[in-house]
């Protein structure tokens, strides 16, 4: 099978993973129903098994799509290809009650190769935020034990994003790089307010917004070699922060039993959603091409962007924008890698050796106070694919655990576990025939 061909098949594949992609959640998570949803990982297998770490990483057999420096330092003889999924049992506690909840997702695919001297490209598909959720909260009405109401909340969709990217090392160990995105996707939530007693009216509120927009992002990368054996590289990201032009649409539907149709009211937000400018900063410290260790530290500006909400101006029903919804979002990863010997003879010592944990501050508001704060840790391995013909590929294994929690609010915890494939294929090795 010739490039062209090759070419062609991924193509087809990634048009199938868009499709696919935009039909499902990869969560059960309540507080999907926040701002724009969670924010999804982003980071390809062998990041997760260092739970996110990336910034400072430079891999020549690796798409390390958090950072678009490292492009140009993928080898020059491979196509990259690497796709991912993941699969997780979530615990969900509140005053004593615990519920059990399971799901499955296909998480990325990217694509990376040298287009020429010291000049890399990537290009793929990956979620930005997901929605899914579906619960109710039933109690007596003032007391009235003849009298139950029960709100119910649904919600479902989320953001997805297209990148094609490229990092240049224009001198030696300084290297910048650029992922240009298209973003796009529907998320809608229910809120339904009804009641036991069949006289009652029912009232619920329908949200809903549909973004195609655009994302870029900045990359720099800078590695100092201190001797034979000891490196650093440090790492900087930047993305742009902008409105979406996106609508954001509310209808109120009151249904009353007595009437033959129901009242409906509708309220639009023009340009209600935006993104925030995000500011990332990591270190990798390499020993003897063995041992890696960094440190990441992500800043997203929540704090200055609005958000749509239903609530009551002058005595009035209304849906309108608030400063006070966001706030900003830190996070801090710490973990590492090791592998013995990435070419050696031995199985056992080209497998790689991950671990990370990580600290992240919530990106909302729920009710006036803080959203839940999350902490997490993960391990995981790197395996060698050894056959007659390839031995490169790597299958990319690990094991996360999160805990969200917040006082008052929900407590979850996750164990999630990811697993990614990177095909390593000679798709550019010239053949000499003597």
């Known amino acids: 099978m010739n490039f062209y061909r090759k070419f062609f098949c991924l193509i087809v594949f990634a048009l ?69 999924m993941s ?40 979620p930005f935020t997901n929605v899914g959720y579906n619960y109710s909260v039933s109690e007596y009405l003032n007391n009235d034990k003849n009298t139950v109401y029960t709100n119910t909340y649904v919600g479902s969709g989320g953001i997805h994003q297209i990148y094609l990217g490229a990092g240049w090392q224009f001198m030696k160990g300084l290297s910048v790089g650029a992922n240009i995105s298209y973003i796009w996707g529907d998320i809608e939530r229910t809120v339904t307010n009804s009641y036991s007693d069949s006289w009652a009216k029912s009232l619920s509120k329908y949200y809903s917004t549909s973004v195609n927009s655009y994302k870029l992002d900045l990359g720099v990368q800078y590695t100092l070699d201190l001797d034979k054996k000891n490196s650093f590289t440090f790492g ?49 410290w390499g020993y003897n091409k063995q041992l890696k260790v960094g440190l990441d530290y992500n800043y997203q500006k ?95 294994v690990s094991g996360q655990w999160v805990r969200t929690t917040a006082p008052g609010l929900i407590t979850e915890n996750t164990f999630r576990i990811n697993i990614g494939i990177t095909f390593n294929e000679r798709w550019f090795m010239k053949w000499k025939v003597k």
Request: aromatic share 12%.
């Open 16 to 84: 199938f993973v868009v499709h696919t992609s935009s039909a499902q959640s990869g969560t059960n998570s309540p507080y999907s129903q926040y701002g724009l949803g969670l924010l999804s990982d982003q980071t390809s297998g062998f990041n997760r098994g260092m739970n996110g770490l990336g910034i400072g990483f430079r891999e020549h057999n690796q798409v390390n799509f958090i950072n678009p420096a490292s492009y140009s330092a993928m080898d020059s003889l491979m196509f990259l290809f690497d796709i991912g």
């Open 302 to 396: 929540w704090g200055s962007e609005e958000f749509p909400i239903y609530t009551v101006v002058n005595g009035e029903p209304a849906y309108v924008l608030t400063d006070k919804y966001y706030e900003d979002r830190h996070k801090i990863t710490l973990g590492g890698e090791y592998c013995k010997d990435e070419y050696a003879r031995s199985f056992m010592s080209r497998i790689r050796y991950r671990a990370g944990v990580s600290y992240a501050t919530p990106y909302y508001k729920v009710n006036g106070q803080d959203g839940p704060k999350e902490l997490s840790v993960s391990a995981g391995f790197g395996i060698p694919i050894v056959n007659s013909y390839n031995n490169r590929s790597i299958l990319n």
């Open 87 to 126: 699969g997780q049992i979530t615990n969900f506690e509140e005053n004593g009650h615990k519920l059990n909840a399971n799901n499955a997702d296909f998480e990325y695919a990217v694509a990376g190769f040298r287009a020429t001297e010291n000049l890399g490209v990537s290009f793929g598909i990956l």
């Open 236 to 284: 900087v990201t930047y993305g742009l922060g902008h409105k979406l032009g996106a609508d954001s649409e509310c209808d109120i539907i009151s249904m009353d039993p007595a009437a033959s149709h129901p009242d409906t009211t509708s309220y639009i937000v023009d340009d209600a959603v935006s993104i925030p400018t995000t500011i990332s900063a990591g270190v990798m």
